[in-house]
Nanobody, 121 residues
Framework: VQLQASGGGLVQAGGSLRLSCTAS????????MGWFRQAPGKEREFVAG????????YYADSVKGRFSISRENTKNTVYLQMNSLKPEDTAVYYC???????????????WGQGTLVTVSS
């Protein structure tokens, strides 16, 4: 599975962005998908995850109520809608695919290249 993330950019605090991650291949619908982020000088952290069927979603406490993950299996795409952005959301955002757990980065088998989100104050 190859993953291509897009949609990052520069936005003012309080603004919104939608990230997309498109996968190659015919097996996208069998993978749980996640978004992680890594800020400068910090470790990569879990942001949001969604089951292969879309039936369950999971969020880090820091983004609950502001971010929303969704997927369209017919388009091999997972989305991360980010609202009410804060400067502390600034990071490189990565999408990833797994057939195992959703929260832990080591459980993920495939990673996209990352897209930079910068939130100005």
């Amino acid at each position: 599975v190859q993953l291509q993330a897009s949609g990052g950019g520069l936005v003012q605090a309080g603004g919104s962005l939608r990230l997309s991650c498109t996968a190659s291949g015919r097996t996208f619908g069998t993978y749980n998908m996640g978004w992680f982020r890594q800020a400068p000088g910090k470790e990569r952290e879990f942001v949001a995850g969604i089951r292969w069927s879309g039936s369950s979603t999971y969020y880090a406490d820091s983004v609950k109520g502001r971010f929303s993950i969704s997927r369209e299996n017919t388009k091999n795409t997972v989305y991360l809608q980010m609202n009410s952005l804060k400067p502390e959301d600034t990071a490189v955002y990565y999408c990833a695919a797994t057939r195992r757990g959703l929260i832990i980065a080591n459980e993920y088998e495939y990673w996209g290249q990352g897209t930079l989100v910068t939130v100005s104050s």
